[in-house]
């Protein structure tokens, strides 16, 4: 059994050799910036407790630098502030979409690493007891490995929350750079450094699925809308209805309930089908391809565009 638990150590040191170089885990390019970069940007742009009221501060703080300028000098303070601090949470939230991507990306790969490795042990090393031991590691890696795939936050919504994400941040982004074009009176640092609060929370995953949720639920509320309508529409058939009808069911007569019938035994009549297809095309070509004929033949909202049509296919 030792031989097992030293196995069983010696997988994952395995799988992270295999892994560790492998910048295409990610699904991104690398990134050429040093990390040192975004370090000298924060400090830069986000400075910790700036005292603008001590002169070495006030000499070094961009934001100090803001409030003691006027003018032109002021604006130009204010627009290179808010370009740095978007430029750092573009950064930043690059560098959390790279990470929310590869965290998934490592543990697929790494845990089938290592249930091969198990499998490939269990076949050519130790004991049956060894052999039985191993492959039911490898069949436990595989199953939690199921579980993280299976999993809709990882595998099948990360993509759609990214480009929410996105989507959000471009809104935000498209507010902020609107506000720049204004004068420093019309749009402050104060007020600029609202809409990057907007923009640092417009990056995160609650946020996202938020608006996705919202929007599915308006789209679903304005298709049950129209369902709901169209249940409401009193049929109501005029004497154009009646022309068409008895037009594309030749020979019919209406049953209590309005449905054409054969007169002779009281069966569905049979359409005709050259009339039907008529009568399609010329909803096609007027905007009504997607509503069915007997909507068409009965709805009062439908009248005007039925004696169009009747008019048009030339129906007695």
């Not at 490939?120 to 039911?136: E, F, I, N, V």
């Amino acid at each position: 059994m030792s031989f097992l638990l030293r196995a069983i150590r010696l997988v994952p040191f395995a799988a992270a050799l295999m892994l560790g170089g492998c910048e295409t885990m990610e699904g991104y390019p690398a990134n050429p910036a040093p990390d040192t970069e975004l370090t000298s940007l924060q400090s830069q742009y986000f400075p910790a407790n700036p005292n603008c009221a001590a002169s070495a501060d006030a000499n070094g703080s961009l934001e100090c630098q803001y409030y003691a300028a006027t003018g032109a000098a002021r604006q130009a303070l204010r627009d290179k502030i808010v370009y740095g601090r978007m430029h750092v949470y573009d950064v930043e939230f690059s560098l959390f979409v790279r990470a929310v991507s590869a965290n998934n990306n490592y543990f697929s790969v790494g845990s089938d690493f290592a249930a091969l490795a198990f499998s490939g042990l269990a076949a050519t090393t130790g004991t049956a007891a060894t052999k039985s031991a191993l492959a039911a590691v490898s069949s436990g890696v595989l199953a939690a490995n199921g579980a993280v795939n299976k999993d809709l936050f990882y595998q099948k919504t990360i993509p759609a929350i990214v480009a929410q994400m996105e989507a959000d941040r471009a809104k935000v982004e498209a507010v902020i750079l609107s506000g720049l074009s204004k004068s420093d009176a019309q749009y402050p640092l104060a007020r600029a450094q609202l809409d990057l609060d907007t923009l640092n929370d417009a990056g995160s995953l609650n946020s996202a699925v938020v608006t996705i949720t919202h929007d599915a639920g308006n789209a679903k509320a304005a298709a049950q809308s129209a369902v709901d309508a169209n249940r409401s529409i009193a049929f109501t058939p005029d004497s154009v209805s009646g022309r068409l009808t008895s037009w594309i069911w030749p020979g019919s007569v209406a049953a209590a309930d309005g449905t054409p019938t054969n007169p002779a035994n009281g069966a569905p009549a049979t359409a005709s089908a050259p009339n039907v297809a008529a009568l399609r095309t010329w909803m096609s070509q007027n905007g009504l391809s997607g509503v069915p004929i007997a909507t068409f033949l009965n709805s009062p909202l439908l009248a005007s565009a039925r004696g169009q049509a009747a008019a048009a296919l030339g129906v007695p």
